[in-house]
């Protein structure tokens, strides 16, 4: 039995929601972890008027992982973050690769992304 032009663009809109919903979900993790390691952080002072706190690159620390999980299906992302924890040399930091082709020429960026991060996203994943 064919389905009507009808029926195949209500399952494209459900599915297109579908994913959006998965989009949120990991974007509220990610904001949830950041919140998270934020609040941890000690405030240091600098003088009277003036404090600090030590800060991360957030913004490219969430578009890599974001990245990352992708193509991955949802059931996956937290053994996969959990995988890249392992695998990595180093306990405060993962290295991720983000590979540019361009012209025949490829530039690998290597973005660190600090392992107390991922393991909050995983634990915000968790919930």
């Known amino acids: 039995m064919e389905k009507s032009i009808k029926e195949i663009s209500l399952e494209i809109t459900k599915l297109n929601e579908e994913l959006k919903g998965l989009e ?14 934020v609040k941890r952080q000690k405030i ?11 800060l991360f690159d957030w913004v490219e620390s969430a578009k890599i992982i974001k990245k990352f999980l992708h193509n991955k299906p949802v059931s996956q992302w937290v053994e996969s973050l959990n995988r890249k924890l392992q695998e990595s040399q180093n306990d405060k930091v993962v290295v ?9 020429q490829r530039t690998v960026n290597k973005i ?9 996203i995983i634990k ?4």
């Not at 949120?24 to 390691?37: G, H, P, Q, R």
């Not at 660190?112 to 909050?120: G, N, T």
């Open 112 to 120: 660190p992304v600090l392992s107390e991060f991922i393991q909050l």
């Open 124 to 127: 915000h994943l968790n919930r």
């Open 96 to 104: 991720f690769e983000h590979i540019i082709s361009c012209q025949g």
């Open 44 to 54: 240091i002072r600098i003088n009277e008027y003036c404090f600090a706190i030590p």
């Open 24 to 37: 949120s979900f990991l974007e509220n993790a990610i904001i949830s972890a950041i919140d998270e390691y």
